[in-house]
Structures are given as structure tokens and as C-alpha cells.
């Protein structure tokens, strides 16, 4: 008989998250897959104005997030980056390069009419804990 594998899942604590019925992030297996994330903290939109400031503090919160479920960033496959002002690209890449510089997951960087005027950036990504190169 097939059995699936075990699965966790930690919140934020985002009103966002109990609204829509989703996790921030979800580990199946050895995989890991984080929600789609914004600049959200207690009191709402950090950084506002700021495409890099929020770009760090997404970074900051998708790695707790994958933490809390047994990985770390340096397992870290895929990230999917969506910003909604075309010309915050190089900032933003630019702090994705800073973070990810040398674990270099696959990543998209795509234009988006992100929910929410305060929302600059939003950055979803995937990670195998445990993946060895081959």
C-alpha cells in the first residue's frame, strides 16, 4: 500500500493567510514550497516605497519560514520574484544576488499587478532539503 509523505506547514501570522486558506510554507517530503511572500509585518506594509528594503525582508521571512520546517536557504532550488514597477528589477535582483549568490537557485523575475498599493515585491521559492549535487 502507498503511503504519502509526511506533511508540516508553518503560518506567519499574516491576515492574508487565514483570509485565503493557505500556509506560508509547506514541507511534503523533502520538499519545501513557500507561498508567495510581501513585505507584511505586524502593522502591515514594511518598507513602503522601498523595492530592496521589502526584497530583504521577503528574503528574511521565507528563510524562517523554511527553517521552521527543517531546511535552511542554501536548499533553496527555485525562487519566482514578482515585482510591480518594471524598473525595481536590478534592486531587487540585486539583493536576491546578494543572498543567493552562492547557492544560485533557478529563479524568474516577471512584471505582476501585485494585491495591495504598498506591495512593490512579492518572491515565492521551492527548496530539497537534503539535495545533493549530482
Do not use: C
Not at 9 to 25: I, K, P, Q
Not at 79 to 99: K, S
Amino acid at each position: 500500500m502507498n503511503q504519502r509523505p509526511a506533511r508540516a506547514s508553518v503560518d506567519s501570522g499574516t491576515t492574508w493567510e487565514a483570509l485565503a486558506g493557505y500556509a506560508r510554507a509547506v514541507r511534503v517530503g523533502d520538499r519545501i514550497l513557500v507561498s508567495g511572500t510581501t513585505a507584511t509585518g505586524p502593522d502591515g506594509a514594511v518598507g513602503p516605497g522601498d523595492a530592496a528594503a521589502q526584497t530583504r525582508f521577503i528574503l528574511d521571512k521565507i528563510e524562517a519560514a523554511i527553517q521552521q520546517l527543517g531546511g535552511r536557504l542554501a536548499d533553496v532550488v527555485r525562487t519566482r520574484v514578482y515585482v510591480r514597477r518594471i524598473e525595481d528589477w536590478e534592486a531587487v535582483a540585486r539583493v536576491h544576488g546578494e543572498r543567493f549568490r552562492d547557492i544560485r537557485p533557478a529563479n524568474t523575475l516577471v512584471q505582476a499587478a501585485l494585491v495591495g498599493e504598498a506591495y512593490l515585491v512579492e518572491i515565492e521559492a521551492e527548496a530539497v532539503v537534503g539535495g545533493d549535487a549530482l
